[in-house]
Nanobody, 128 residues
């Protein structure tokens, strides 16, 4: 059984920074990638970033256009953790952020259906 637990959300001012963490437990050796998605009450869950977990492309990051250059995803495989460093945040980054893990292929790495395991989410609010 795989469990994902997010932490690090909270209130941050526009232009500020925040770091989200996701700790995985269970059979993490089967992961091909871990990622971050976000969702607001009026929108569907959307892709933020992902990182290849294992294999020849391990460590390769992927980003949505809306966060590229501002957010950075990293992993600590020894501790089964993935992080999302959020810099220069904007009010439109406000959302519940979810950690995800699974075996997506390249065509599904930025899609909800590419992931099997999900955390409970952590709220990020960008406001002055």
């Amino acid at each position: 059984q795989v469990q994902l637990v997010e932490s690090g959300g909270g209130l941050v001012q526009p232009g500020g920074s925040l770091r989200l963490s996701c700790a995985a437990s269970g059979s993490t050796n089967n992961f091909h990638a871990m990622g971050w998605f976000r969702q607001t009450p009026d929108k569907e869950r959307e892709f933020v970033a992902a990182i290849r977990w294992s294999g020849g492309s391990a460590g390769t990051p992927y980003y949505s256009d809306s966060v590229k250059g501002r957010f950075s995803i990293s992993r600590d495989r020894a501790n089964s953790a993935v992080y999302l460093q959020m810099n220069s945040v904007k009010p439109e980054d406000t959302a519940v952020y979810y950690c995800a893990a699974g075996r997506p292929i390249l065509s599904t790495i930025a899609t909800v259906r590419g992931y099997v395991y999900w955390g409970q989410g952590t709220q990020v609010t960008v406001s002055s």
